[in-house]
T-cell receptor
Framework: DQQVKQNSPSLSVQEGRISILNCDYT??????FLWYKKYPAEGPTFLIS?????DKNEDGRFTVFLNKSAKHLSLHIVPSQPGDSAVYFCAASPPTGFQKLVFGTGTRLLVSP | DTEVTQTPKHLVMGMTNKKSLKCEQH?????MYWYKQKAKKPPELMFVYSYEKLSINESVPSRFSPECPNSSLLNLHLHALQPEDSALYLCASRDIFGGDRTYEQYFGPGTRLTVT
């Protein structure tokens, strides 16, 4: 049972344009969401997060939007740069003591010059 | 400093070997995690240590044995592995007292394990 889903396995965007990566979840108990970026042969790198009490969080070129009623979050990257090419995972955490992260299946973003 | 280090970077072992993976962090984080990641799949949680005590074991086979000697170190002892255990093994840590940042886990670069 995949509780966190990223339905687009890949996304191609031109440099300078907006990249929008989507994530859907099924468990309404999740109360915190995170995005990680992963280059090949490296560990995931934390990018940005959002609490369920907010609907938007922004950090430089990265903005995460949360729609709780739709159980949907998205990551916007503006402007996209070739160095953003990587696999992006969304992750969700239930309000338990150990903050287990449930990861989505990932979206491979390719930003072309 | 948000660095988590893992050694070795690559490991090839036979099915009868015993080996260990090591993870270290000096951020004062009191929660540490082992994940397994297969190609084109998300990381899967294996173990969670909180205050050097095993808090979560996600029904991992006993051929994987975790150990947390102190608050900075996490080991994963491997014995009698199967070829299907070949994967990237990731360590992560989390600041339990991090306030707004307490959910964020910081990952190491991983150990690429191949079982022959």
């Amino acid at each position: 049972d995949q509780q966190v889903k990223q339905n687009s396995p890949s996304l191609s965007v031109q440099e300078g344009r907006i990249s929008i990566l989507n994530c859907d979840y099924t468990n309404s108990m999740f109360d915190y969401f995170l995005w990680y970026k992963k280059y090949p042969a490296e560990g995931p790198t934390f990018l940005i997060s959002i609490s369920s009490i907010k609907d938007k969080n922004e950090d430089g070129r990265f903005t995460v939007f949360l729609n709780k009623s739709a159980k949907h979050l998205s990551l916007h990257i503006v402007p996209s740069q070739p160095g953003d090419s990587a696999v992006y995972f969304c992750a969700a955490s239930p309000p338990t003591g150990f903050q287990k992260l449930v990861f989505g299946t990932g979206t491979r973003l390719l930003v072309s010059p | 400093d948000t660095e988590v280090t893992q050694t070795p970077k690559h490991l090839v072992m036979g099915m009868t070997n015993k080996k260990s993976l090591k993870c270290e962090q000096h951020m004062g984080h009191r929660a540490m995690y082992w994940y397994k990641q297969k190609a084109k799949k998300p990381p899967e949680l294996m173990f969670v240590y909180s205050y050097e005590k095993l808090s979560i074991n996600e029904s991992v086979p006993s051929r994987f044995s975790p150990e947390c000697p102190n608050s900075s170190l996490l080991n994963l002892h491997l014995h009698a592995l199967q070829p299907e255990d070949s994967a990237l093994y990731l360590c992560a840590s989390r600041d339990i007292f991090g306030g707004d940042r307490t959910y964020e886990q910081y990952f190491g670069p991983g150990t690429r394990l191949t079982v022959t």
